[in-house]
């Protein structure tokens, strides 16, 4: 299963458990908030590692440059674009 597929697993997860997303909203404030949003998908069943996320985060964010600029480096970064943490937990405020 990808990390696309994981991501969306766990959504479905804290969409029925709300006590899930607020935690994974929580780990905003943690010291390593990455790693602990992984800890905490690894103890509800979605096995996410921190590479996996920046890997898929990174990966997203190429391919969507190469669909709209055809694959130039001359564009500039899209705030949180590239960032699959950020853009699952905004998903999640969504939720609410």
Partial sequence: MDTGELLERLREKAKRDSGLREKLL???NSD???SEFC????EVGVYLSEMDMIEF???SYAAMRR???GGGENAP???WED??????????????
């Fill in 57 to 59: 985060g990174e990966s």
């Fill in 39 to 42: 800890r905490i998908s690894r």
């Fill in 26 to 28: 929580a780990t905003r």
């Fill in 83 to 96: 960032d699959a943490y950020e853009m699952f937990l905004m998903e999640l405020e969504l939720l609410k």
């Fill in 77 to 79: 970064l899209l705030q």
């Fill in 32 to 34: 390593k908030p990455l």
């Fill in 67 to 69: 669909s709209t600029n």
